[in-house]
């Protein structure tokens, strides 16, 4: 019913900027809480930033400063802002949708972008 597509990623310095785009197609964008996960070689997926419909976001530490997520609801989509790009933030970033009201809906994922940071 659901599909996200994630575009944007690509090879950058470090110290670079990237901006991610997740287009999500399907109904009711808006009763989604929208996040960005990124896995990189070797270690598990995790979350990176969430943001509501209303516009609360939160990020995790290590990015917190650097990245930036927002969404345009008219347009269904979400963004990552990514700043002072570091080689440890080498990874795949997924755009993730869950149901904001009925817990046993399952999440949506899109397929993933590869995000380099290499000098």
């Known amino acids: 019913q659901v599909q996200l597509v994630e575009s944007g990623g690509g090879l950058v310095q470090p110290g670079g900027s990237l901006s991610l785009s997740c287009a999500f197609s399907?109904?009711?964008?808006?009763?989604?809480?929208m996040a960005w996960y990124r896995q990189a070689p070797g270690k598990q997926r995790e979350l990176v930033a969430t943001?509501?419909?209303?516009?609360?976001?939160n990020y995790a530490d290590s990015v917190k400063g650097r990245f930036t997520i927002s969404r345009d609801n008219a347009r269904s989509a979400v963004y990552l802002q990514m700043n002072s790009l570091k080689p440890e933030d080498t990874a795949v970033y997924y755009c993730?949708?869950?149901?904001?009201?009925?817990?046993?809906?399952?999440?949506?994922w899109g397929q993933g972008t590869q995000v380099t940071v290499s000098s």
């Open positions: 943001i509501t419909s209303g516009g609360s976001t």
């Open positions: 993730n949708a869950k149901d904001a009201v009925f817990s046993w809906r399952k999440d949506y």
């Open positions: 399907g109904s009711a964008f808006i009763t989604y809480v």
